[in-house]
């Protein structure tokens, strides 16, 4: 029933570790997103992807790579994990390229 | 300066009373505006979508865009303890323009 999930919720791993977060949406909507919040609540836009096609990719390491397998999916996986890759990673989707977007449950990844 | 500021709080409030969250931002080319709740542990969730200038009233929400002063407020009416979270104003150009939020005000309603 959940418009948007993501799996795993909670995600604790290793410096230097490669990890991967995998994102669904049941909305039928074309565009989705990947966001990082930080300690301080601050959400920012990592990538974008319309219809399977990636139209935002902010500034962020190429150790962070997403992958949409197609339009319902949108995965990220990040290599080399880092400290400063602590953080709460929010999928969300939209319908189309209209702004209202849906975001899942987040997914608290910590790095030791 | 950051393209969205948001007090981060926290503020305070007794139940009952009217809630004024606001929000300032530079981007002159914004013209759609939302904000977001956000309880702890969980993922944003929308509260309101605008377009432009103007109100929009839902329920006990109401949100207001002053695109000449570039600020929009939400006013929270009859507040409840479950209004208590962070509140997240955003705003975008449109298109395939970013969605850039503010650092989210913590509000707590106390019984």
């Known amino acids: 029933d959940t418009a948007v999930s993501q799996t795993p919720k909670y995600l604790v791993t290793q410096m230097g570790n490669d990890k991967s977060i995998k994102c669904e949406q049941n909305?039928?909507?074309?565009?989705m997103y990947w966001y990082k919040q930080d300690s301080k609540k601050f959400l920012k836009i990592m990538f974008s992807?319309?219809?399977?096609?990636?139209?935002i990719n902010e500034t962020v390491p190429n150790r962070f790579s997403p992958k949409s397998p197609d339009k319902a999916h949108l995965n990220l996986h990040i290599n080399s994990l880092e400290l400063g890759d602590s953080a709460v990673y929010f999928c969300?989707?939209?319908?189309?390229?209209?702004?209202?977007?849906?975001f899942g449950p987040g997914t608290r990844l910590t790095v030791l | 300066q950051k393209e969205v500021e948001q007090d981060p709080g926290p503020l305070s409030v007794p139940e009952g009373a009217i809630v004024s969250l606001n929000c300032t931002y530079s981007?002159?080319?914004?013209?759609?505006f939302m904000w977001y709740r956000q309880y702890s542990r969980k993922g944003p969730e929308l509260l309101m979508y605008?377009?432009?200038?103007g109100n929009k009233e839902d329920g006990r929400f109401t949100a207001q865009v002053d695109k000449s002063s570039k600020y929009i407020s939400l006013f929270i009416r009859d507040s409840q303890p479950s209004d208590s979270a962070t509140y997240l104003c955003?705003?975008?150009?449109?298109?395939?323009?970013?969605?850039?939020f503010g650092q989210g005000t913590r509000l707590t309603i106390n019984p």
């Open positions: 969300a989707s939209s319908p189309g390229l209209v702004n209202e977007q849906f």
């Open positions: 909305l039928g909507h074309d565009t």
């Open positions: 992807y319309n219809n399977k096609e990636l139209i």
């Open positions: 981007n002159s080319a914004f013209q759609y």
């Open positions: 605008t377009y432009s200038s």
């Open positions: 955003a705003m975008s150009a449109g298109g395939a323009q970013k969605l850039v």
